[in-house]
C-alpha cells in the first residue's frame, strides 16, 4: 500500500476476560483490525465467539466486574483507554452507535417511539424540544416509517418496524462509526432485505464506517468489503471479500462454508464441522480449532498460530499457512 | 404410485380475540407422501406453526379432516387419540423450553415410553434409551446430565431422541435448527436426513430458512397470512417461483456467493392483519401486480404445472409456454 489510509477505527491486541466463580472466560484473545474510513468489516463467527464484546471494547461498555480489557482502541485516531467517562460519553452517540441484536433491549416500552428518538438528540445536540421532536419525525421518515407513527408506543410497531427505530436512534446523531450486532437476526428474509438496503442507503449517505456482526455469510457477501472471521476470542481469517469467499484458507472458515446448503444442488450431502467450539475458560494450549480440525498434527497442538499475511490483505492463523 | 402418508384438507383454525375472529390457518389443504418432506416456509405469524399443531391435533381444527396412514384423526375421542400420538411427534425450535429441567437426559427420553407403555421394564426401558441416544448421536456420560448443562446442538438432539422413542411414522419439526449455529445445524440436518432414511420417516419441516428448506425438503409449501399461497416440488420452486410474494421471498435470500447475485424485489405496503380480513387477494397490499379483480375476489389454489399450484389470478392469466 502506497498511500497511507484514513482509519476510523484501530484495534491493537484487544483482550478481554471475564472473571466469574474462581474461572476465567477467555472471551478475547487478542484481536487486531483496522476499518478504514467509510468501510465495512463483518464480523462473523459462531455463539460466544467473542463478536459482541468487541463491539462493547469499541464503546468502553465492558462490565467491570466480571470484565478485565487490556490492548489499544483508537477512534478516530484517538486512543479511547486515555479518555475520561465524560469525554466517553460524547463518543458514545456523537462518533459510535451501536444497534443491538433485540430491539427492544434499546426501546423504552413507555414512551412513544419519537420522544424516545428526540431525546436521543437532545443528549447530543443543543435543541429545544420542539425541534427535536421534529428531527425524530425526519428520522423516521428516513427509516421508512410514515412520521405521524412517532406518536405511537413500541409494542404498536412489528418487529421489523422495532428493529428500523432502533437503527433510526443509533443514527440520529450521524455517527461516524456503526456497530450493528446481529441487526436483522430477529426479521424475516423480506424485511431483513428492506433493513439491510436501508442501512447500504444510509452508510453511503453518510460515508459511515461499520462494523457488521453477524453470523450470516450471505449478508456478508452483500454489505462488506472486508472480514474477520472469529473463532474462540480470535481472528483466525482476515480479508477482502474476495479473498474470504473465493480463497478459503483458514480450515475453519472452510468448514463455515461447508455447513452451508448447496443453492444450486440441494442433493449435496451437508459437511459439517464436527465437535464445539473449546468452552472458553478452558481454551486449548494450542491452535483453538485443533480438536475440530481435519488437517490438525502435533505442532497445532502445542502451539497457537498467529496471523500470517498470505498476499494482498489475506491473513490467517494456521500452521498450514506460510508468511508470502 | 405415490403412497400418500398426510392428507390434510381445507383445515382451519381460528382463534377468538378481542379485536375479533384471527384467521391462523385459513383453509389449506395438501398432502405428504410415504418417506417424504414437506417444507413449509412463510414469514412470521403466517400460520406455519399452527398448522403443524392443528395436524397433530395438538390443537382443535376449527374445521376440515386430517387423515393419517388412513385413518381420519380429526373426529377421534380422546382416548383412541392417545393412541395415536405414537404414530406423530413433534421437534420444537427451543429445546430447553420444551424440555422439563428438573429431568435428566435420561427420564426425557425415557417418558414416552413409559406413558404409552411401551416398554414396562425399567431395566430394556433403560436400554432402549442408550440406544435412540446413541442413534441420535449423544455420548452415554449424559444420560444422568440435565438439559441446561447441554448445548443447543445436543439439546435438540435430545429432543430428537425423546420423539423417535415411539417409533413415529410422521414428524413435525418446528424450526427445529433455527437457534443453532451454522456448523451445530448441518450436523442436526444431517441426523435427521440419515433417521428419515433408516426409518422412513415422513416430515413436515417448518423452517423461515430458504436454503434450508430447499436443501431439505421434497416440496415446498408457501403460507402467507394463513393460507398456501404456493406449493411445487423444491427445485421447481426455486426454479420457477410464480406467486409474487414468493418471488419476492426469495429474492430476499443473501445468497453467500459473490458471483451471479440476483435483482431483489423489495416489498413495500403494509401486511394485512389476519383479524377482519377483506375479500380480496391477502397479498394485495403488497403486490406490485395487484389489480381490479385481485381486489374483489379471493384466488384459489390451482394447478400451473405438473404438482406446481398457485393462488393468484395473473398466474392463473398467463400463459406459461
Ligand atoms: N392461541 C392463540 N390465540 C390467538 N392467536 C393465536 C394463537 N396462536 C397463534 N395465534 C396467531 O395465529 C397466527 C399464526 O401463528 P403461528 O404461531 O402459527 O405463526 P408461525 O407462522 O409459526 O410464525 P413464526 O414464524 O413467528 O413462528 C398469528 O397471527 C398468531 O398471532
Ligand atoms: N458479562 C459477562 N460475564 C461473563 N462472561 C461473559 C459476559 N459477556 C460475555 N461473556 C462470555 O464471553 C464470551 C464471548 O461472548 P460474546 O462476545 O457475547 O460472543 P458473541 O457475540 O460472539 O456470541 C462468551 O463465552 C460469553 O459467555
Ligand atoms: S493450525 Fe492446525 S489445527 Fe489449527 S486450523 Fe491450522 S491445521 Fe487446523
Ligand atoms: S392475485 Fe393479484 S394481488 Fe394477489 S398475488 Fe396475484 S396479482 Fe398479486
Ligand atoms: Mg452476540
Ligand atoms: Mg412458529
Redesign the interface.
Known amino acids: 500500500m502506497s498511500e497511507e489510509k484514513a482509519y476510523a477505527l484501530e484495534i491493537e491486541n484487544l483482550k478481554v476476560e471475564y472473571h466469574v466463580d474462581k474461572e476465567v472466560v477467555h472471551a478475547l484473545n487478542g484481536i487486531s483490525f483496522k476499518l478504514a474510513k467509510g468501510e465495512t468489516i463483518g464480523l462473523v463467527g459462531e455463539t460466544g465467539a467473542g463478536k459482541t464484546t468487541t463491539g462493547l471494547s469499541v464503546l468502553r461498555l465492558i462490565p467491570s466486574p466480571p470484565g478485565v480489557v487490556s490492548g489499544t482502541i483508537k477512534v478516530q485516531g484517538e486512543d479511547i483507554g486515555t479518555l475520561s467517562e465524560k469525554q466517553m460519553e460524547s463518543i458514545r452517540g456523537n462518533v459510535v452507535s451501536m444497534i443491538f441484536q433485540d430491539p427492544m433491549t434499546s426501546l423504552n416500552p413507555t414512551k412513544t417511539v419519537e420522544n424516545q428518538i428526540a431525546e436521543v438528540i437532545r443528549l447530543h445536540e443543543k435543541c429545544g424540544k420542539k425541534e427535536s421532536v421534529e428531527k425524530a419525525r425526519t428520522m423516521l421518515e428516513m427509516v421508512g416509517i410514515p412520521g405521524d407513527r412517532g406518536v405511537e408506543f413500541p409494542h404498536q410497531f412489528s418487529g421489523g418496524m422495532k428493529q428500523r427505530v432502533v437503527i433510526a436512534m443509533a443514527l440520529a446523531c450521524s455517527p461516524e462509526i456503526l456497530i450493528a450486532d446481529e441487526p436483522t437476526t430477529a426479521l424475516d428474509v423480506t424485511i431483513q432485505a428492506q433493513v439491510l438496503d436501508m442501512i447500504r442507503d444510509l452508510k453511503k449517505q453518510y460515508n459511515m464506517s461499520m462494523i457488521m456482526i453477524t453470523h450470516d455469510l450471505g449478508i456478508v457477501a452483500e454489505i462488506c468489503d472486508t472480514v474477520a472471521i472469529v473463532y474462540a476470542g480470535q481472528i483466525v481469517e482476515y480479508g477482502t471479500l474476495e479473498d474470504i469467499f473465493n480463497s478459503t484458507a483458514h480450515p475453519y472458515t472452510v468448514g463455515l462454508f461447508g455447513s452451508l446448503p448447496n443453492m444450486d444442488d440441494r442433493t449435496q450431502r451437508l459437511k459439517p464441522i464436527p465437535g464445539l467450539m473449546p468452552d472458553p475458560t478452558k481454551l486449548p494450549q494450542g491452535c483453538t480449532f485443533c480438536p475440530r480440525c481435519p488437517h490438525a498434527t502435533e505442532k497445532c497442538r502445542t502451539e497457537r498460530p498467529t496471523l500470517v499475511n498470505i498476499g494482498g490483505e489475506h491473513q490467517v492463523a494456521c500452521h498450514l499457512f506460510k508468511e508470502g | 404410485m405415490s403412497d400418500v402418508l398426510l392428507d390434510v384438507k381445507n383445515v382451519k383454525k381460528y382463534f377468538k380475540t378481542p379485536k375479533g375472529i384471527l384467521h391462523a390457518v385459513d383453509d389449506v389443504t395438501f398432502s405428504i407422501n410415504r418417506g417424504e418432506t414437506l417444507g413449509v416456509v412463510g ?2 405469524g403466517c400460520g406455519k406453526s399452527t398448522t403443524g399443531r392443528v395436524v397433530l391435533r395438538l390443537l382443535e381444527p376449527t374445521e376440515g379432516s386430517i387423515i393419517l396412514d388412513g385413518e381420519n384423526i380429526s373426529k377421534l375421542s380422546e382416548a383412541k387419540l392417545r393412541s395415536k400420538r405414537k404414530e406423530m411427534q413433534m421437534i420444537f425450535q427451543d429445546p430447553l423450553a420444551s424440555l422439563d429441567p428438573r429431568k435428566t437426559v435420561g427420564q426425557i427420553i425415557e417418558e414416552p415410553l413409559r406413558i404409552h407403555n411401551i416398554i414396562s421394564s425399567s431395566k430394556d426401558r433403560q436400554k432402549r434409551v442408550l440406544e435412540l441416544m446413541e442413534t441420535v448421536g449423544l455420548a452415554q456420560r449424559y444420560y444422568s446430565t440435565y438439559p441446561h448443562e447441554l ?3 445436543r439439546r435438540q438432539r435430545i429432543g430428537i431422541a425423546r420423539a423417535l422413542s415411539v417409533n413415529p411414522k410422521f414428524i413435525v419439526c418446528d424450526e427445529p435448527v433455527s437457534a443453532l ?7 442436526i ?2 441426523l435427521l ?1 440419515d433417521l428419515q432414511k433408516q426409518m422412513g420417516l415422513t416430515y413436515m419441516f417448518i423452517t ?1 430458512d ?3 428448506v ?3 425438503s421434497d416440496n415446498i409449501a408457501v403460507m402467507y397470512l394463513g393460507k398456501i399461497i404456493e406449493l411445487a416440488p ?2 421447481e420452486l ?1 426454479a420457477a417461483p410464480t406467486h409474487p410474494y414468493t418471488q ?2 426469495l ?8 458471483e451471479n ?1 440476483r435483482e ?1 424485489i ?2 413495500k405496503g403494509e ?1 394485512t392483519s389476519p383479524i377482519n380480513l377483506p375479500k380480496a387477494c391477502r397479498f394485495a397490499s403488497r403486490c406490485i401486480y395487484a389489480t381490479e379483480q385481485c381486489l374483489h375476489g379471493e384466488p384459489e389454489l390451482k394447478e400451473v404445472a405438473p404438482g406446481h399450484k398457485v393462488a393468484c389470478y395473473r398466474a392463473e392469466s398467463t400463459d406459461k409456454t
Open positions: 414469514e412470521s448445548d443447543g446442538g449455529d451454522v456448523s451445530i445445524q448441518a450436523q440436518l444431517n436426513e423461515h430458504l436454503s434450508v430447499h436443501h431439505f423444491s427445485d426455486f419476492a421471498l429474492s430476499a435470500i443473501p445468497v453467500p456467493k459473490l447475485r431483489r423489495i416489498l401486511i
